[in-house]
């Protein structure tokens, strides 16, 4: 079981060997956290390092959750030491690559099998490189606030991910065609006995895509400890809720999986939200799963408020949404009055972060700059926030204040 004091203690040889002193733990005002969040937040967020990890903003300790700063979104490709750390349970595993195994089996599989680490290496590999976003970034934005982990905007990544296709996985068992959903476990666990395993499902549509891989590498590496070594599920396009981490049990299911962290947790209102990929399965009135990312923007070079030169300024960020791709950026400087369009740069694919910027003509004073993304189907951000009860799917504009 990881501890506070394994923490500290780990982090700490870890910085000793390579020279560097112990992690700073920032007092809260020294934390960069994002306008709007709970005031009360202040008092237990710090930055951070985990061993492995460059310093986090600490949202909790157990389980551990800490966001990325805006100054890590600069590039398309968030580094690996700089990556968000996600945990609903405490006991976060020390797995032994050697000794790993995968079940695979389940009611709706023809068979049943065990895969290591060396048999997933050795199937057929496909990169990807996709947006890994808790469904609840953004939550501590939604106003009024409401409950869990008070997330910033930086509970994201995006990282190019390495490993064996779900679908070849599951082909060694073979699917029974009563098959409807399959459902994930990891390795990490509850501390208390009453708390329910953090186990997931997808659809076998869903599960069977090109794109849905067990990953081993990130980044051209292997899994960070904090981000699910040595393997775990990547579902692109869909929030990080499905990307179980440290996979030991991968089951076929004729029946809707159960369990708290299927039905009533994360789950949005039935319709209020733009939608394509629909898991229907596990709909129920009033509510249904969340699934794929809304399309979304975050300008990433300054932060609100800051001071500029009057003239040209260069303002830029990353846009993102669920796998249809950015097609246009907007910027507005009048309060969204008039728009115009942002220079996209660097297309790595779909699923990933799409950089881009604008050329803002500041003038002395007070400069406001508005963003807006518009994906390739049509889907655009929200001007208002749209509420739900668990701070989902936060995409509302941007519009942050420049002073020259």
């Known amino acids: 079981m990881l501890t506070r004091r394994h923490l500290i203690g780990t982090a700490g040889a870890a910085l000793a060997v390579s020279g560097l002193s112990l992690p700073k733990l920032a007092e809260a005002s020294g934390v960069d956290l994002s306008p709007g969040v709970p005031g009360d937040l202040k008092d237990v967020a710090a930055m951070e390092a985990l061993p492995g990890k460059k310093p986090l903003i600490r949202l909790s300790y157990r389980p551990p959750n800490y966001e990325s700063p805006l100054e890590y979104f600069r590039t398309p490709i968030t580094p690996n030491d700089q990556f968000f750390i996600r945990y609903h349970l405490s006991d976060i595993p020390d797995v032994d690559a050697k000794t790993y195994k995968i079940a695979v089996g389940g009611d709706a599989a023809n068979g049943q099998t065990e895969i290591t680490l060396d048999d997933l290496k050795k199937m057929p590999a496909v990169e990807v490189v996709a947006v890994n976003q808790c469904s609840g970034n953004r939550r501590g934005l939604s106003n009024p606030h409401v409950p869990g982990v008070e997330w910033g905007y930086g509970a994201m990544g995006c990282a190019r991910w390495k490993g064996a296709r779900l679908k070849d996985v599951l082909d060694k068992v073979g699917l029974k065609k009563e098959a409807i959903e399959i459902a994930f476990n990891g390795a990490d666990g509850p501390a208390y006995d009453k708390t329910p395993d953090f186990i997931k499902s997808i ?14 590498e990130m980044n051209g590496q292997p899994l960070p400890q904090f981000n699910g070594f040595p393997a775990r599920i990547v579902v692109p396009g869909w929030t990080g809720t499905y990307w179980i981490k440290h996979i030991i049990a991968i089951n076929a299911l004729t029946k809707p999986q159960g ?13 209020k939200f733009p939608l394509v990929a629909r898991f229907t399965s596990q709909e129920y009135a009033p509510n249904t799963p969340i699934t794929e990312i809304v399309v979304s923007s975050l300008i990433t070079s300054h932060h609100d408020g800051d001071k500029v030169k009057p003239g040209k300024v260069t303002v830029s960020g990353l846009a993102w949404d669920g796998g249809y791709g950015v097609r246009v950026v907007e910027v507005s400087t009048d309060g ?8 996209l740069g660097q297309d790595l694919g779909n ?10 003509s500041a003038k ?8 807006n993304a518009t994906n390739k189907i049509g889907q655009s ?24």
């Open 203 to 216: 659809p076998v549509w869903k599960a069977i895509e090109e794109s849905t891989i067990i990953a081993y």
């Open 259 to 271: 369990g708290f962290w299927m039905n009533p947790a994360y789950r949005i209102p039935l319709g």
């Open 336 to 343: 969204g009055k008039t728009w115009s369009n942002a220079t």
């Open 351 to 360: 699923y990933a972060f799409r950089p881009w910027s604008f050329e803002l």
């Open 364 to 371: 002395r004073g007070k400069n406001t700059v508005m963003v």
């Open 381 to 404: 951000q929200t001007a208002e926030l749209i509420f739900n009860p668990a701070g989902y799917h936060n995409n509302v504009m941007q519009n942050l204040t420049l002073t020259a």
